[in-house]
């Protein structure tokens, strides 16, 4: 028989009565899970499984494998939560598109969300306006990161094609290691140095590593929580 809760501690009564805002992090992951099982609650459920992922701030990596492994959690529950997750990250990176780009955490803030944890390098291309803000952003490269794959002439050919003012260079470490090498740092002077000859400026390149990112332009290293 499953666990239920009196009727004052029902997370849904407290947010139709007292509003949404009103509850905290167990109990709004309680109306995602819904029920608990047998001997444990959902608010209960939804303690323990904060407890066992190390606390609220780790639902944004845990993973479909970290939930069904957690007792009382099956593949209904774990998707649920995966995609109230997901819509969360999404939200956030639709509320930063008009953002300008003024420093790397905004940078970093844009693209972190796509290009963090992938298994493989991306190079991606943000074309700006004067006031910074990006008019276009795409994919140019996907695979090992070199400057005989990563063209100036790509990369310029798209900025010049919507009159861009300004560009920023994108590109992650599947390593985790945001620190770049050599050839990053080669790169980046190139695109520099043409970038001049046509009026376009490179603004900076980030390198995006696991929970950090480097600012080629700052010659610094950050890191994200």
């Known amino acids: 028989m499953i666990k239920t809760l009196p009727l004052e501690e029902n997370p849904r009564e407290k947010a139709l009565t007292y509003g949404i805002e009103t509850l905290n992090n ?8 819904r029920t608990g099982h047998k001997n444990e609650s959902v608010i209960q459920l939804s303690q323990r499984l904060l407890t066992e992922i190390g606390g609220f701030a780790n639902l944004s990596t845990v993973t479909y494998a970290d939930l069904i492994a957690l007792k009382g959690i099956k593949q209904a529950k774990a998707i649920e939560i995966l995609s109230i997750i997901e819509i969360a990250k999404r939200l956030k990176d639709v509320s930063s598109i008009e953002k300008p780009l003024l420093n790397p955490y905004d940078i970093f803030g844009r693209v972190h969300n ?11 291309l943000l074309c700006l306006d004067n006031k910074n803000k990006v008019i276009k952003e795409k994919t140019i490269f996907i695979g090992s990161l070199n400057m005989s794959v990563v063209t100036p002439r790509e990369v310029f050919k798209e900025a010049i094609a919507i009159s861009s003012a300004k560009i920023v260079l994108v590109h992650n470490h599947p390593s985790g290691d945001a620190l770049p090498s050599e050839e990053d740092l080669l790169m980046t002077e190139q695109f520099q140095k043409l970038g001049q000859m046509m009026s376009i400026e490179v603004i900076d390149h980030i390198v995006v590593g696991w929970n950090q990112f480097y600012s080629i332009m700052a010659k610094q290293l950050f890191f994200y929580e």
Do not use: D, P
């Open 114 to 124: 796509q290009l963090m944890f992938l298994k493989q390098e991306h190079f991606l």
């Open 26 to 33: 167990v109990e709004l992951l309680a109306l995602i899970l």
